[in-house]
Every structure is written in structure tokens, then in C-alpha cells.
């Protein structure tokens, strides 16, 4: 009984230390060469040895539109000189440049940097790649002519204070002399992370159906640990999600179909485009520069780039956090955007349910032990009816082994086998006891538990979330160890006074082995995660006692050994027969 115990517990450890180290990739090494160039205005695009763009050492096509443009035309509608446009809403705090129409800050009022800074989403650090909202045409001259210019616009918001409530409509146009016309419009929602846009492009007479170009993604370094996911692109279609890393990219970089959703995604942000109808996205992985003497190893950040039917087609982004809430206002399918792992359908009442109880008690960790609380009370009667069974099993094990004594000397193949297996069953029977009403009871907690480990490590509620003292982020490891090494302390306390139900030495070892193992684990682990833990582990061993209290001390029967009973049944018979001669 007790090896049907171990292996599910060290087997349903070994599915969530596999599960991260299979579906969460760790960041790819920088490249080191590329070959290849795509030629400018092409699909193509560039090869490279370790699977991604390093930004300094691979130029790209987009690079030479940031250069000023030729004077070969003169200005009809646009402006002299370069400026910003400021729009802050109740969520956002953006800033347009009417130098190619184009974002050029998007930070989150409601996030926070290293610095305690507004969250900005928008990469701004890597010379060479195009801002969100950049264009690209077939003609090279144009590109550069669409993405250096200088346009007037109209909409500007008198006030910040007004934006915080009423939608923000900018109009970007731009006209010259040679015949390029552009006008670009974009739409900013109050209480929201998406922005509506629209562009319609001309070349004398021909309307261009241009590439609308986001650049790096996303700008958040903030990353939760070693296991965090690291910027991918992202695709939604028919219920499904591909989640796709440089490697893959590296292979397949353009995709083409009806998607729900398309764009980046890391451990917390998303930036994509959503209802795009038939679009082809095309990917490439970006390396950030290191700076000399730095010790930060370089991030690979994911550019994509969209793909019309129609020249003017409308689009509309999310940029924002991987908030359930925020993106079940937008759209409910949009949720799945959260890599909540195999037990979504668990995670998410569990999340909700924390949001509840952190409604009244303000705390995410305080939260995280009331939660803990409740889902130990209601599979209280679980963990007891495994004790009760486990103690019942612990009761009869003298009997059982002398048992599997007797048949010890046969092998596994020997007919006379059988009959050990029945005589074990005939004393399970008589003595009431279901030997897998032991395991399955402690199985069917599981899920629960991987569930609320792939919530504690990927809902962003708690990122940057304080507890007490020493731990400032419930997202990030423990820095001293000390919920890890106090979880390791509890469950070894655990499987100390839990009832035993074979006497195996081994495996006893191994159990008191384990608590070590996942200590380590742990370790890098989010500390929220071992907080749930450690919380989880007190609340058993007070439940241990109580049924140990309740149920008393286990009733274990002495069997005497055969030659004992032999010698014992033959006295009895010479006294019968004396008894009967008298």
C-alpha cells in the first residue's frame, strides 16, 4: 500500500517538474551569424544559426527607412517639424510621434518596473527596428518615405483629463508631391488596453495594401524566475493556441490563415491582433545587444509583422496584461491567451476565487492561506477516510506479511502464487479493508494541487504582490530560502507521523528522502507557490493528529510464528485425546 502511495506522489511531482521543463522553453543563446538577407519589401526571411536575429550584427530591411528620406519631393500636407502626442487614459499612458504616424510608448499605469516606473511595452532600446505601427511596402522608396515623414495630425486631446473617460480619435496624414498619400487613424479606448487602427496608403493612382509592422515584443523584463515564459509568438484559431518559440520560428516564420487572435506574448503581457479575419503573420526572433562588462544575459524578443486582403481593412491590438478579466470584457475566447496548463477547467474557478477572497482581505498571500484553508476543509473528508484506510491496512500488516512470508520461496510464475493473492484478499475481507481506499482518496487532491501550482506561477495577480517582511514579489523565488526550506521542514514532519503501512525500510527512506528532493525544487520556484505549500503541509499534520486523536492507536495483532502454531495444535490434540480416555 505504502508503494502505491509513493509512486503517486512522486509521480504527480514528476508531472509538474516535466510540464515546465517541456512546455516552458528556456531563452535561446544569441546568434551568432546569419546568411541570407531578405531583400527589401520580400516575405522572406532570414536564416539564422541558433534561430534568431541578433540586433546589432543582422541589419534589417526596415533599417534603412530609418534614415532620413531624399528630398525628392516636396511636402503638400504634413509638417516641418517632429513632435509628440501625449494620450494618457484610465489604463494607459501612450505617446504618438508624427514622424511616420507611429507609437512610440505604451506603459501601464497599473504595472510597475524594477524602478517602480509605469510598465512601458513598447521596445525603444534596439536601433534598427521599426516602432509599432510602422508600414512596408513593395517599394523601398515609399517604405522610406511612409515611415520617416513628418504628418500633420488632427484629434489631439485638449486635456489628459478628458481622455480618461472619452475615446481618443488621432488622424495622421501625410501628402507629397510624388504622389504618396497616407492618411493613418488611430483610435484609443478609455478604460481599456486596445487601440483601433486603420491606414490607407497611395502611390499616385494605385491604392498599396501595406504590411503593418509591430516591432520587438514585448518591452517586460520583469520575468518571474528561471521557468518564466520568454516572448513567443502567439496564435489562435478553431479553439486551438499554438504557442510558437524562436526554434520553431526559426523553421516556419510566416503563417497564414483565420485567426482569432495573433500577435506576442511572454510570461504576463500580450500585445496581438485580434479578429484579423484572413491575415498572413510573419515572425522573427530579435536578440537584445548586451552591453559591455554587463552580466544580464541577452533576451530574445519576438517582432511580427500583419498582412492584409484589404488596403484600408480596419484592425484593433490588445496591448496589455494577461489579465482573466480584462480579457474576458474584451472577448471570453481571448482568455486563452493564460497558458493555465492542462487543468484550465480547475484553475479557473480557483482563480476567481481567490480574486473573492482577496476582495476582503487585501493581501494576495494572506489570500493564497485563507484559499488553502477552504480546499483543505472540503477535501477533509478525503484525507480521512486515507488515514482511517491507510491505519486499518497498518493494522493487519503483521498478518498480511506473514502471509507473503509463507510464498516468499515461489516464483512469480508458480501456480501456488494464486493462492497467496487469495488468502490476502479473504483477510482484506474479513478485516473490512479496501486496499485502494488508501491511494485513491489522496490521488483525487491532485489535480487541485498541479491546478493551483500553474496558478500561483502564471496568474499575473501576482506579480510584484508583497507579503510580509522579506517577500516583496509572490511571483519570483523566495531570496532566502526561507518558505522553501520551512516546507521542506513540514512535509518530513508529515510523512513522519503518518501511519505506516508496510515496514519496508527502503521505501520508508525514500519517503523521508523526498522532502529533501522538493525542497530544492522549490527553491526556484515562485514564492507563492511554496507559501501554498507550506500552508498546505501544516494544515495535514494538524488534520494527522486529529484523526490519529480521534480513531486511537492502531489495534496491531501479533502473529505467532508457524512452528509456534504447530507445536500449539499438536499439545491441544494429546490433551483432547487424554480427556476422552478418562
Known amino acids: 500500500m505504502e508503494r502505491r502511495v509513493l509512486i503517486s506522489i512522486f509521480l504527480s511531482f514528476l508531472v509538474i517538474y516535466a510540464w515546465q521543463a517541456l512546455f516552458v522553453k528556456p531563452l535561446p543563446k544569441p546568434a551568432v551569424g546569419a546568411t541570407d538577407i531578405p531583400k527589401p519589401g520580400s516575405d522572406h526571411v ?3 544559426a541558433a534561430g534568431a536575429v541578433t540586433a546589432e550584427a543582422t541589419p534589417r530591411p526596415e533599417k534603412a527607412s530609418i534614415a532620413a528620406p531624399t528630398p525628392a519631393a516636396a511636402t503638400t500636407i504634413g509638417e516641418t517639424s517632429e513632435h509628440d ?3 494618457k487614459t484610465h489604463d494607459v499612458l501612450a505617446v504618438f510621434t508624427n514622424r511616420g504616424a507611429r507609437l512610440k510608448s505604451w506603459r501601464l499605469k497599473g504595472y510597475t518596473d524594477a524602478n517602480g516606473d509605469p510598465l512601458e511595452l513598447v521596445v525603444q532600446s534596439l536601433p534598427g527596428q521599426p516602432l509599432p505601427f510602422s508600414l512596408r511596402v513593395a517599394d523601398t522608396g515609399v517604405t522610406n518615405t511612409l515611415n520617416t515623414a513628418l504628418y500633420t495630425v488632427t484629434g489631439v486631446p485638449m486635456s489628459s483629463a478628458g481622455a480618461e473617460t472619452t475615446p481618443v480619435h488621432l488622424r495622421f496624414e501625410f501628402q507629397d508631391t510624388a504622389g504618396v498619400h497616407v492618411v493613418k487613424e488611430f483610435s484609443v479606448e478609455p478604460a481599456s488596453f486596445v ?49 510558437l518559440t524562436a526554434a520553431s520560428i526559426a523553421k516556419q516564420p510566416i503563417y497564414q490563415g483565420d485567426f482569432k487572435f495573433a500577435g506576442v506574448d511572454d510570461h504576463y503581457f500580450l500585445t496581438a491582433v485580434l479578429d484579423p479575419g484572413s491575415v498572413k503573420v510573419t515572425f522573427e526572433p530579435v536578440t537584445t545587444p548586451v552591453p559591455a ?32 478579466d480584462e480579457l474576458a470584457k474584451i472577448d471570453r475566447d481571448l482568455v486563452r491567451a493564460i497558458n493555465f496548463g492542462m487543468f484550465t477547467v480547475i484553475v479557473v474557478p480557483l482563480l476567481t476565487s481567490l480574486k473573492w477572497i482577496n476582495g476582503y482581505v487585501g493581501n494576495w498571500g494572506w489570500s493564497i492561506i485563507a484559499l488553502t484553508a477552504i480546499i483543505n476543509l472540503l477535501i477533509l473528508p478525503l484525507r480521512h477516510k486515507s488515514v482511517v484506510s491507510m491505519r486499518k491496512m497498518q493494522e493487519i500488516q503483521p498478518e498480511a506479511k506473514a502471509i507473503q512470508d509463507r510464498y516468499a520461496k515461489l ?3 508458480d501456480p501456488a502464487k494464486q493462492k497467496m493473492n487469495q488468502e490476502l484478499m479473504a483477510l482484506y475481507k474479513e478485516r473490512g479493508v479496501n486496499p485502494a481506499s488508501g491511494c485513491v482518496p489522496m490521488l483525487l487532491p491532485f489535480p487541485i494541487l498541479i491546478a493551483f501550482y500553474s496558478l500561483l506561477s502564471t496568474a499575473i495577480e501576482l506579480r510584484g504582490a508583497p507579503f510580509v517582511f522579506w517577500i516583496h514579489d509572490l511571483s519570483r523565488p523566495d531570496p532566502y530560502y526561507v518558505f522553501p526550506i520551512l516546507m521542506g521542514v513540514s512535509q518530513l514532519w508529515q510523512q513522519w507521523i503518518a501511519p505506516a503501512a508496510g515496514v519496508d525500510p527502503v521505501q520508508r527512506k525514500m519517503m523521508m528522502v523526498m522532502p529533501v528532493v522538493f525542497t530544492f525544487l522549490f527553491i526556484s520556484y515562485p ?9 498546505s503541509n501544516l494544515w495535514a499534520i494538524g488534520q494527522q493528529y486529529g484523526t490519529n486523536y480521534w480513531i486511537g492507536p492502531p489495534n496491531i ?3 505467532r510464528p508457524p512452528a509456534e502454531r504447530r507445536m500449539k495444535r499438536v499439545g491441544a490434540s494429546k490433551t483432547d485425546a487424554a480427556a476422552q480416555e478418562n
Open 557 to 559: 495483532r501479533t502473529v
Open 527 to 535: 514564492s507563492g507557490v511554496a507559501l501554498y505549500w507550506l500552508a
Open 195 to 243: 487601440i483601433n487602427f486603420r491606414a490607407t496608403v497611395e502611390a499616385g493612382s494605385a491604392s498599396l495594401t501595406p504590411v503593418v509592422q509591430w516591432g520587438p515584443a514585448l518591452g517586460d523584463a520583469e520575468l518571474a524566475g528561471r521557468f518564466s515564459q520568454q516572448a513567443g509568438g502567439l496564435l489562435s484559431s478553431g479553439g486551438k493556441e499554438q504557442r
Open 411 to 413: 516464483k512469480a510464475s
Open 293 to 324: 562588462g554587463s552580466t544580464v544575459p541577452p533576451r530574445t524578443l519576438m517582432a511580427y509583422s500583419l498582412e492584409t486582403t484589404r488596403p484600408d481593412q480596419p484592425l484593433k491590438f490588445f496591448v496589455g496584461p494577461k489579465d482573466f
Open 85 to 87: 502626442i501625449a494620450v
Open 46 to 48: 532570414s536564416t539564422v
